[in-house]
């Protein structure tokens, strides 16, 4: 009996033990921001009105908090590609209509998994949406963040599970 406990108690030691060193090594770093990959060739208006880049990081660290994943906005981290790094980028980010006309709104991503400076994953997708439910009181960058929204919720869902040339996202 005693021998029996001395093994239990040794295997959850072990136990605590792996679970800190893989609670340690899973932070995740991030941007501040997630930059557009060509200001240029997004509209001017959603480029000054939106703040798109600052929403994108800030909800990718929201719904990872959510999750249980430890995703932390620091440049310098980003910068030193030391540990777990996430890269993503903002592709292109388009509002056709209004709350009068109609919305349609979308945004597309891609991203990077990077591990001690080395890629161990990639993904590219893109939300869209219609302003849902009460449309018409909603202006193009609130449609537009609920595209950021599910967009985070995808790239959380990724982190899980990374793999090369993803698609997440419709």
């Known amino acids: ?5 001395v093994i239990v108690a040794t295997a959850l030691l ?17 941007s501040q921001t997630t930059p557009y990959s060509d200001e ?3 509209a001017k208006a959603i480029v000054a009105e939106c703040q798109l880049p600052q929403r994108q990081a800030e909800l990718i ?6 999750n249980g994943i430890l995703v932390v906005r ?3 981290a980003v910068a030193a590609k030391k540990g777990r790094v996430l890269l993503v980028e903002i592709n292109n980010a388009l509002s056709i209509g209004n ?3 109609g919305h349609r709104k979308q945004v597309s991503v891609k991203g990077r998994l990077l591990e001690d400076g080395t890629e ?22 609130v449609v537009l963040e609920r595209c950021l929204s599910t967009l985070a919720k995808d790239i959380n869902g990724w982190l899980k599970s990374p793999s090369m040339n993803a698609r997440i996202g419709e």
């Open 74 to 76: 620091d440049d310098q």
């Open 14 to 30: 072990c136990t605590v033990s792996d679970g800190k060193a893989a609670s340690d090594g899973a932070t995740i770093y991030t």
């Open 120 to 141: 161990v994953g990639n993904f590219s997708g893109t939300r869209s949406s219609m302003g849902g439910a009460f449309a018409g009181f909603k202006g193009s960058c």
């Open 61 to 66: 660290e929201q719904v990872a908090k959510e």
């Open 99 to 101: 709350a009068f006309t």
């Open 40 to 42: 240029g060739s997004i």
């Open 1 to 5: 009996m005693k021998q029996a406990i």
